[in-house]
């Protein structure tokens, strides 16, 4: 018989769930769930992969297809506003973001964008020739960086955020770039983007930031703290729907000299002249390359209205409550699992991440029991408490689920042998 680590009694289960009532009870965001199309009955931990569609995008995709599209055709790129679409929702994820009207542009994908603002601000460093990365970077990051850098004639140095400081004293007058995501995606752990931007500046570098991960949920301020350029995605947890239009800001202070290292004729000053030699618009517009996948653009729109109701502030003490009770419960009752998360509000977010050599079974079977999370090789679960429709009744669900989950084995069964494509 497989040992019972520890049992989970009724009054134990009724403690947690009253607890948790109080707590939705008195959430700043309480309500904001029924802005979302969720299937009842699903613990849905997994908004920081593919946000839960808002409500209103239904109603915009009908509207984008049987009456702009359908009912205006060409015309619909002057009368319903298709042509300033990328700034306009871009102002939307500028206001959540605590940037200025006119800094913040929707389009292209995270990598694009990445590319994009990597060689934008090197070459606004002239004569440096370093860029200072996290080795942890999601993926992408790093493969784009390494094309960036060949193109730029860069060299690429990797230091942990901890350690960003002192690669800066050390190098200091070679750093160009700084280029950092603000929560770690794996464990979740939030990087100190005031000091570290403010870092980066003391040694006259620029400081890029990847919000993917905080974008809504944290409130970012990226004014305030003087970031040079930021990036990010639009299908986390703004919601946009899958490969939603992703976004790039620039500080107004670097418009005049940005440059795009993809310079299309959407980006040029005068589109329409046709004209065969590229003057940049100005502003952050001159970040635009290519035509803008509206039905995307108008899914975005529609899904950051849930802004309209919801302040990111709300949205971030909502996270920490919820994320602090998950990890907490985990601590008691699944004692097996490390809960890899920083537990100091400062350094969490809207994830908490678990390691367990069986993580990855164990994300299947608490799939099968109605409670989605994800995996990240080698063997960390992620849990992406979307506050605005994850309560803090679904958080105690999952841990009770996790502690039956192992406690029956069900991580263990031979129905989880092979991984999908996506895990
Ligand atoms: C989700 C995510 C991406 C995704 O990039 P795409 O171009 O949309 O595929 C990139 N970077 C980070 C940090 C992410 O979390």
């Known amino acids: 018989m497989r040992p019972t680590v520890l049992v989970v009694t009724a009054t134990t289960a009724q403690t947690l769930a009253r607890r948790a009532a109080a707590l939705d009870d008195a959430s700043p965001v309480r ?10 009955g699903l613990v849905y931990l997994d908004g920081n992969s593919l946000g839960a569609p808002p409500t209103a995008v239904r109603a915009a995709l009908a509207d984008a297809v049987e009456q702009q599209w359908g009912g205006h055709l060409v015309r619909a790129w002057n009368d319903d506003g298709w042509w300033e679409l990328p700034l306009r ?25 990445l590319y994009k603002a990597y060689l934008a601000a090197v070459a606004l460093r002239p004569g440096r020739g370093v860029a200072v990365t ?23 140095v990797t230091a942990r955020p901890v350690d960003v400081p ?3 004293a050390a190098r200091s007058s070679e750093v160009a770039l700084v280029a950092l995501s603000h929560l770690d995606y794996r464990t979740g752990e939030l990087h100190d983007l005031p ?30 703290h003087h970031v040079d350029l930021a990036v990010g995605c639009g ?22 000299r940005l440059r795009n290292p993809l310079p299309g004729w959407n980006g040029h000053a005068e589109p329409f002249a046709m004209d065969t030699a590229y003057r940049p618009a100005p502003g952050v517009a001159r970040m635009r390359t290519g035509t803008p996948p509206v039905l995307a653009m108008l899914a975005l729109e529609a899904a950051l209205t849930v802004y309209d ?21 985990v601590d008691t009752l699944v004692p097996e699992v490390e809960v890899v998360t920083p537990r100091t509000d400062d350094r969490r977010a809207a994830q908490v991440a678990l390691r367990h050599p069986e993580a990855y079974g164990i994300v299947r079977a608490l799939a099968a029991r109605g409670v989605v999370g994800d995996f990240r090789t080698p063997d960390v679960a992620r849990f992406g408490f979307a506050p605005l429709y994850v309560t803090h009744a679904d958080a105690v669900t999952a841990v009770l689920a996790l502690r039956a989950v192992l406690d029956a084995g069900e991580h263990l069964s031979p129905a989880f042998p092979n991984r999908s494509p996506v895990t």
Do not use: M, Q
């Open 235 to 256: 299908y986390k947890y703004l919601g946009g729907g899958p490969g939603a239009p992703a976004y790039l800001y620039a500080a107004a202070r670097h418009h005049d």
């Open 309 to 329: 109701h919801v302040a990111v502030e709300a949205a971030r003490a909502a996270s920490l409550t919820v994320t602090g009770l998950f990890a907490g419960v």
């Open 31 to 40: 309500g904001a769930r029924d802005l979302f199309d969720l299937p009842p």
């Open 166 to 168: 002192g690669v800066l």
């Open 195 to 224: 000091a570290l931007t403010a870092a980066a500046h003391e040694s006259g570098a620029l400081a890029l930031w990847d919000l993917c991960h905080t974008a809504g949920v944290v409130p970012v301020d990226l004014d305030r």
């Open 89 to 113: 929702v871009g102002d939307r994820i500028g206001a959540i973001l605590g940037a200025a009207p006119g800094t913040t542009l929707a389009g292209d994908s995270t990598s694009i964008n």
């Open 134 to 156: 996290d080795p942890g970077s999601f993926p992408t990051d790093l493969h784009v960086l390494g094309a960036a850098a060949e193109v730029a004639g860069l060299e690429v």
